[in-house]
């Protein structure tokens, strides 16, 4: 039996230690809850290893599909026609709704709640515990499952206003779902393109012959390294060999009749300057 679900019934002596029944691992089962904000019909499927959530408020839709075993999760916006998929890991809990119940039931046993008979919610004969909110005085109520202890029912007492359905669980069959459930129906997300991407893109060569300014290394331990540096035209990349000048950290440098320019011991950090005196223009970079 889950430790957590024992130590629920433990956590007070109104309500008899329940010896629950461990979880199904093939189900279906739907909860409305607004206990920790705006309304939210949230599904969840099993069976063994593979899970899927539906989670719904009035504007979203999102959906998941887990790899109980690897840990893994595939998500996507479920309201959107071919959205893309988002990939994650995961540790520890994956979000199962048995022991949520149970931490929920944790949170509750403080509020010492006592027996109240037994009544049927959605087809499942619940036991009915009774408790009173801290700072509050009417009686709000607590519908729990005997089986596997989930819970099926809260309803919250309000001051000068009817008892609130806060929480409830409107559907919960233990079968294995449709092996549709647990199929991504998402597009594969478009790669993350790296700096050698990015600059490839730009330059129309590989990336690797060219420096990232932003992530230069030093090549000395000294922290010093030598830059060779050219003005290009943008598209065509051919080399621009004169009309313009370079300024690092403010001190004006040579330019060589090739274009090239020939920075030696360079430090870490420094801004580079490109000016072009007839045009009026300047582009500045820096690097660090």
């Not at 809260?154 to 206003?161: D, E, L, M, Q, T």
Request: proline content about 8%; some cysteine.
């Amino acid at each position: 039996m889950p430790k957590r679900l024992m130590l629920s019934c433990l956590a007070t002596a109104a309500i008899a230690c329940a010896q629950y029944t461990p979880p199904p691992l093939a189900y279906t089962l739907v909860q409305q809850n607004s206990l920790f904000g705006r309304d939210t019909t949230t599904t969840f499927y099993r069976n063994g290893s593979k899970a899927a959530i539906d989670i719904v408020h009035p504007e979203t839709h999102v959906r998941s599909v887990l790899d109980l075993q690897a840990h893994t999760s595939i998500g996507w916006d479920a309201s959107q026609t071919a959205a893309e998929c988002g990939n994650s890991a995961f540790t520890g809990d994956w979000g199962d709704p048995f022991v949520g119940a149970a931490g929920i039931m944790d949170e509750l046993n403080k509020q010492h709640p006592t027996p109240a008979g037994t009544e049927a919610v959605n087809g499942v004969s619940a036991k009915v515990s009774e408790f009173v909110m801290e700072g509050a005085t009417g009686k709000s109520k607590v519908w729990i499952d005997p089986k596997y202890g989930m819970i099926m029912r809260i309803v919250i007492a309000r001051p000068g206003a009817a008892p609130k359905v806060a929480f409830e669980t409107t559907q919960m069959t233990s079968a294995a779902p449709p092996a549709a459930m647990f199929v991504p129906a998402c597009k594969a997300a478009a790669p993350v393109p790296t700096d050698d991407d990015k600059i490839a893109a730009i330059a129309g060569g590989p990336g690797s012959d060219y420096a990232f300014a932003n992530k230069g290394e030093p090549s000395g331990a000294s922290g010093g390294c030598m830059i060779f540096f050219h003005v290009v035209r943008a598209g065509s990349m051919t080399t621009v060999t004169s009309g313009f000048q370079v300024f690092v950290d403010g001190k004006q440098v040579p330019v060589l009749p090739n274009g090239l320019t020939r920075l030696v011991n360079m430090p870490k950090q420094f801004i580079l300057d490109v000016r072009v005196p007839s045009g009026g223009a300047r582009g500045q970079t820096g690097s660090g």
